[in-house]
T-cell receptor, first 114, second 110 residues
Framework: DGGITQSPKYLFRKEGQNVTLSCEQNLNHDAMYWYRQDPGQGLRLIYYSQIVNDFQKGDIAEGYSVSREKKESFPLTVTSAQKNPTAFYLC?????????????FGNGTRLTVT | KNEVEQSPQNLTAQEGEFITINCSYSVGISALHWLQQHPGGGIVSLFMLSSGKKKHGRLIATINIQEKHSSLHITASHPRDSAVYICAVTSGGSNYKLTFGKGTLLTVNP
């Protein structure tokens, strides 16, 4: 079955360490997204990629980095520059843009930084 | 920026009741999404619509472009419908950016 796989489900890190969250899809989708979810807030876009080897900053890109070297993979690195990294991170993909195709989500990674 | 307001924030219903969740947005859009998030955190896309009405099983989504308003209806609600329902709209003229509402927590009691 096609889908999006995020790993790990839970991640714990010490402050000051960089950490990379994995996102893999086998849906053959061109577009991929990273969102952050905090309690009481709507999802916020960190980065998105329209096609392989291309990515764009979202609304809250500071302190994060991404790469899109393969169509299937869109890893997110949370750097030590991110001031409040503890959050629930969701990866998504769509055939085309979210303006004309539905989103498919992974199950998320809950990151705790202490 | 397109603001998205959902109401109610929390909704408790008895099994079998008809449920309506509302979503209002502030500027023109090309598409609106309804999503469902279960307690484990995973999100499932329910509907994407730009006009009219869509139906899938017991779920119905409608949108009124002139009034900038959408509703999600659940007929014959069931405890398994308990989840957070999220509305999202296209944002900033981009085909890739969405603005999300804060969600409506629905609890259906048996």
């Amino acid at each position: 079955d096609g889908g999006i796989t995020q790993s790990p489900k839970y991640l714990f890190r010490k402050e000051g360490q960089n950490v990379t969250l994995s996102c893999e899809q086998n849906l053959n989708h061109d577009a991929m997204y990273w969102y952050r979810q905090d309690p009481g807030q709507g999802l916020r876009l960190i980065y998105y990629s329209q096609i392989v080897n291309d990515f764009q900053k979202g609304d809250i890109a500071e302190g994060y980095s991404v790469s899109r070297e393969k169509k299937e993979s869109f890893p997110l690195t949370v750097t030590s520059a991110q001031k409040n990294p503890t959050a629930f991170y969701l990866c998504a993909s769509s055939i085309r843009g979210a303006g004309d195709s539905p989103l498919h989500f992974g199950n998320g990674t809950r990151l705790t930084v202490t | 920026k397109n603001e998205v307001e959902q109401s109610p924030q929390n909704l408790t219903a008895q099994e079998g009741e008809f449920i309506t969740i509302n979503c209002s947005y502030s500027v023109g859009i090309s598409a609106l999404h309804w999503l469902q998030q279960h307690p484990g955190g995973g999100i499932v896309s329910l509907f994407m619509l730009s006009s009219g009405k869509k139906k899938h099983g017991r779920l119905i989504a409608t949108i009124n472009i002139q009034e900038k308003h959408s509703s999600l209806h659940i007929t014959a609600s069931h405890p398994r419908d308990s989840a957070v329902y999220i509305c999202a709209v296209t944002s900033g003229g981009s085909n890739y950016k969405l603005t999300f509402g804060k969600g409506t927590l629905l609890t259906v009691n048996p």
